[in-house]
T-cell receptor, first 114, second 118 residues
Framework: DAGVIQSPRHEVTEMGQEVTLRCKPI?????LFWYRQTMMRGLELLIYFNNNVPIDDSGMPEDRFSAKMPNASFSTLKIQPSEPRDSAVYFC????????????FGEGSWLTVV | AQKVTQAQTEISVVEKEDVTLDCVYE???????LFWYKQPPSGELVFLIRRNSFDEQNEISGRYSWNFQKSTSSFNFTITASQVVDSAVYFC???????????????FGQGTTLQVKP
């Protein structure tokens, strides 16, 4: 079975540019999570969706960050405009209600803003 | 507040040694889940195990074993006869109950970097 698929795997962009990260969750999963990993803050939850609806975006750092889930098989995380401090690994993850809360992660998108 | 503490930042062992990674958690929930994830040098997060707070039985999977002790709020992970391929960052995580759902948001520890030398 295909796992969580993220793209791009690596992105280097200049400060001020728009960045869009993409995610395809595991088929049939009804929860989708966006996490960010940095050396300073570790792994932190940015936002999560249930049945395509954003439930909690309290972890989104600021208005430059936005996330959408137009359908059950696709989500985007957008940063506009990007800043060097946004450099991090962004993980998408999904889970199925009733599966014991096991969350499965994608391989991550490594973002560098210069 | 929920919190996960992995006091060991880095551990270095020689191949074939046994190694235990410590994890201590705090939660007010009576029902929760604990997890271990592995992050190899390639960067992905690999799910290793999930433990329900009602099940304190230890679990063994090959060279891996987990010791859950509710009395001490610990969920330790032991690798027996370590191998170079075990070198990775290991994260312990606690599932916090989300609003009106049973799918928990994960609270991660800071991770323990394990280096297994040949």
């Amino acid at each position: 079975d295909a796992g969580v698929i993220q793209s791009p795997r690596h992105e280097v962009t200049e400060m001020g540019q728009e960045v869009t990260l993409r995610c395809k969750p595991i088929s049939g999963h009804d929860y989708l999570f966006w996490y960010r990993q940095t050396m300073m803050r570790g792994l932190e939850l940015l936002i999560y969706f249930n049945n395509n609806v954003p439930i909690d975006d309290s972890g989104m750092p600021e208005d430059r960050f936005s996330a959408k889930m137009p359908n059950a098989s696709f989500s985007t995380l957008k940063i506009q405009p990007s800043e060097p401090r946004d450099s991090a690994v962004y993980f998408c993850a999904s889970s199925l209600k009733g599966s014991g809360n096991t969350i499965y992660f994608g391989e991550g998108s490594w973002l560098t803003v210069v | 507040a929920q919190k996960v503490t992995q006091a060991q930042t880095e551990i270095s062992v020689v191949e074939k040694e046994d190694v235990t990674l410590d994890c201590v958690y705090e939660t007010r929930d009576t029902t929760y889940y604990l997890f271990w994830y592995k992050q190899p040098p390639s960067g992905e997060l690999v799910f290793l195990i999930r433990r329900n707070s009602f099940d304190e039985q230890n679990e063994i999977s090959g060279r891996y074993s987990w010791n859950f002790q509710k009395s001490t709020s610990s969920f330790n992970f032991t690798i027996t006869a370590s191998q170079v391929v075990d070198s990775a960052v290991y994260f312990c995580a606690l599932s916090e109950r989300l609003k009106s759902s049973n799918t928990g948001k994960l609270i991660f520890g800071q991770g323990t970097t394990l280096q297994v030398k040949p």
